[in-house]
């Protein structure tokens, strides 16, 4: 049965990329009918945090799509200090008594790369084991075959056959001088004892497979197959960090700036994969049905940003798109926690009668608190009274429509269709054209010209708020 894993360490937020990792390992079970391992690589005790497994959490449950196996490796030590010692039995790792001061390793040895402590490696297994019963310290290596095979090869899936030579292979640790198994032993004992079919990972771990196919097989565990994802790269073409580029990597970022999950999961799969058929917007049920490993990128992908603007337009745009997509009741929940976050009292009711008005309006759930403030707020900030005054008038003819819509709103029905109405046959005894007539009365009780339909927002105003609010710019032209 195909299983895939993610395995994240808790050193940090989740990235953006860890967080593409997940996804594309995610919809490659989903796919294939596969299951979706999660897995805590939480074996470096000295850079682990609960803070950032925590945050890590966020990220992953944010996201919305969930795992169906979950195990952290620091509960697992007796499976790697096995698997090592199987090794260790086989003849294919030994042990390395070099006192851990001792800088021997960070020599070259005849001008090249150092590969072994060559004393080590050809110290006799009862020497080794009266010397490790004595209770000396040792890290265990790995006994890389130099003398019967020339190179290590790795069937990637997404980039075909790649080699190395055995003899740039180092001597690799597989358990510290501590007994604390390295990452490689760790990541390899737990993938063959997990029964991992498929690793998709990071292009950056490439160079670590080479090592992972003698660990599997020194295992004899069954081979799994490999796929290196390419990196997501800054704007300036470096490898996108969390060191160097900050929030701007943190999934957490993307979420308590009002994207949609879903929105940020079809904008990370679209960095270096693509369905090969033009589409951007795609439902979760379309992004499982259409990815494949072979319409993974060989190139890496950039995240557009500035120091001005965090996130990258493409992203924004999906965010926006999939606004537009929302049920009003799913998007009128989604914006009441901003809304509050940004300082305002409000309720599902409330919001579920302003949603339509700005759903086309907002690219992210963020911008509520500047596209329906005027809802919310008891008062208007001050705005400038020649914003009343339309488009080839004055401020008399702003005066008598403001005064003539005081008349209007005080008696009409207070509908959307009975204010429409209204309102055009004031425009119509008036004499003037109707956004002559509408715009004094939209600045008038939103504060600005560009807002939502009219009749719409004063509906949702109700006939005090509008009667308060004209009143105030009546009493602004008139000062």
């Not at 042990?95 to 790369?113: K, Q, V």
């Not at 997404?158 to 501590?178: C, H, I, M, P």
């Not at 990597?249 to 999961?265: C, E, K, M």
Request: a negative charge; charged letters at 25%.
């Amino acid at each position: 049965m195909l299983r895939v894993r993610f395995a994240p360490s808790p050193t940090g937020y989740l990235h953006i990329g860890g967080a593409r990792t997940f996804i594309f390992n995610w919809l490659y079970a989903r796919r294939n009918g596969g299951t979706m391992v999660l897995r805590i690589d939480d074996t470096d005790v000295e850079r682990n945090t609960q803070a950032s497994e925590n945050s890590i959490f966020e990220g992953l449950n944010w996201l919305d799509l969930g795992w169906d196996d979950f195990c952290r490796q620091s509960d697992r030590r007796h499976v790697h200090q096995q698997a090592a010692e199987a090794i260790l039995e086989r003849g294919m790792a030994y042990r390395d008594f070099t006192p851990a001061s001792s800088t021997e390793e960070e020599h070259s040895h005849d001008g090249g790369p150092w590969l072994c402590n060559p004393g080590m490696r050809e110290l006799s297994r009862s020497e080794s084991d009266r010397r490790a019963g004595a209770g000396e310290p040792f890290v265990l290596r790995f006994r890389v075959p130099r003398e019967s095979r020339s190179e290590v090869v790795v069937k990637d899936l997404v980039y075909g056959r790649v080699t190395k030579s055995t003899s740039d292979l180092e001597d690799f640790a597989l358990l510290r001088s501590t007994g604390v198994p390295t990452y490689h032993m760790a990541s390899c004992a737990d993938d063959a004892d997990l029964r991992i079919s498929h690793i998709l990972r990071g292009q950056e771990h490439l160079a670590n497979t080479f090592k992972h196919v003698l660990i599997f097989e020194a295992l004899d565990a069954p081979m799994p197959q490999f796929a290196h994802l390419p990196l997501l790269m800054a704007p300036d073409g470096s490898k996108l960090s969390k060191r160097k580029h900050g929030p701007v990597v943190s999934v957490t970022t993307y979420r308590d700036a009002g994207f949609l999950p879903h929105a940020f999961i079809n904008f990370l799969c679209l960095l270096g994969w693509s369905p090969k058929d033009n589409r951007e917007v795609m439902s979760r049920q379309e992004l499982i049905d259409a990815f494949t490993l072979e319409n993974v990128n060989h190139s890496n992908a950039v995240v557009n940003f500035t120091d001005d603007d965090p996130f990258d337009p493409k992203a924004v745009w999906l965010n926006a798109e999939h606004i537009r997509s929302l049920d009003l009741d799913g998007l009128a929940a989604k914006l009441v926690p901003f809304a509050e976050a940004a300082g305002f009292e409000t309720n599902f009711g409330k919001m579920r009668q302003i949603a339509p008005l700005i759903q086309e309006r907002i690219k992210l759930l963020r911008d509520v608190s500047t596209a329906a403030d005027f809802f919310f707020r008891e008062e208007l900030p001050p705005y400038d009274p020649n914003e009343l005054i339309p488009q080839k008038g004055d401020r008399a003819m702003a005066l008598t429509v403001l005064q003539t819509a005081c008349d209007i709103v005080s008696t009409a029905e207070f509908t959307h269709d009975a204010l429409e109405a209204a309102l055009k046959s004031g425009a119509e005894k008036l004499k003037i054209k109707t956004g002559q007539m509408y715009l004094p009365v939209r600045v008038a009780v939103c504060g600005r010209k560009i807002a939502p339909p009219l009749f719409s927002t004063l509906e949702v105003l109700g006939r005090e708020t509008t009667l308060q609010r004209v009143a105030r710019a009546i009493k602004m032209l008139k000062s």
